[in-house]
T-cell receptor
Framework: IAGITQAPTSQILAAGRRMTLRCTQDMRHNAMYWYRQDLGLGLRLIHYSNTAGTTGKGEVPDGYSVSRANTDDFPLTLASAVPSQTSVYFC????????????FGNGTRLTVT | GQQLNQSPQSMFIQEGEDVSMNCTSSSIFNTWLWYKQDPGEGPVLLIALYKAGELTSNGRLTAQFGITRKDSFLNISASIPSDVGIYFCASSQGGSEKLVFGKGTKLTVNP
């Protein structure tokens, strides 16, 4: 079934450790996004990529980095995790051009202790 | 930055009742989208609106893109228990691939 796969589903991480959240889509969508979801704050955009080889900063980019080496994969890296990065992280994708909707993965629940 | 003000924050209703929620902004948007999120899952698109004044239905759901392009509402008629979840509005401005989300409306339906 076509869609977005995120891994891991959940993770407990010690502060200061490095962590990469994986995201893969098989829909050949050009644009990919990373959001974090926190209680009372909704979904906030961390980083995005309009096409392979390009990335951009969203609303809350500090402490995170991304890469887009190919169309399918869009990993999100926390270089040195801090407790405030405890959140649920959602990867999303969509076709660029026109008005195509955003498709979401099922999320990664990250706890930084 | 762009902000979407979504209300109400939460709703507790009885099965069979109608529900209405809305999003407003001080900015003009070209697209309004409504998503629903079930526990433990990512948001799923319910309705997409692309023209000012557009009124679109999807089963028991109806949404409208405000004439001023600064607001949108979502109505759910004859609610059922499976309508429980968090509903998000989302929008984007012309030429932007970035979607901005409201903070969500948490809906609880009592059987």
């Amino acid at each position: 079934i076509a869609g977005i796969t995120q891994a891991p589903t959940s993770q407990i991480l010690a502060a200061g450790r490095r962590m990469t959240l994986r995201c893969t889509q098989d829909m050949r969508h050009n644009a990919m996004y990373w959001y974090r979801q926190d209680l009372g704050l909704g979904l906030r955009l961390i980083h995005y990529s309009n096409t392979a080889g390009t990335t951009g900063k969203g609303e809350v980019p500090d402490g995170y980095s991304v890469s887009r080496a190919n169309t399918d994969d869009f990993p999100l890296t926390l270089a040195s995790a801090v407790p405030s990065q405890t959140s649920v992280y959602f990867c999303a994708s969509r076709r660029t051009g026109g008005n195509s909707p955003l498709h979401f993965g099922n999320g990664t629940r990250l706890t930084v202790t | 930055g762009q902000q979407l003000n979504q209300s109400p924050q939460s709703m507790f209703i009885q099965e069979g009742e109608d529900v209405s929620m809305n999003c407003t902004s001080s900015s003009i948007f070209n697209t309004w989208l409504w998503y629903k999120q079930d526990p433990g899952e990512g948001p799923v698109l319910l309705i997409a609106l692309y023209k000012a004044g557009e009124l679109t239905s999807n089963g028991r759901l109806t949404a409208q893109f405000g004439i001023t392009r600064k607001d949108s509402f979502l109505n759910i008629s004859a609610s059922i228990p499976s309508d429980v979840g968090i509903y998000f509005c989302a929008s984007s401005q012309g030429g932007s691939e970035k979607l901005v989300f409201g903070k969500g409306t948490k809906l609880t339906v009592n059987p």
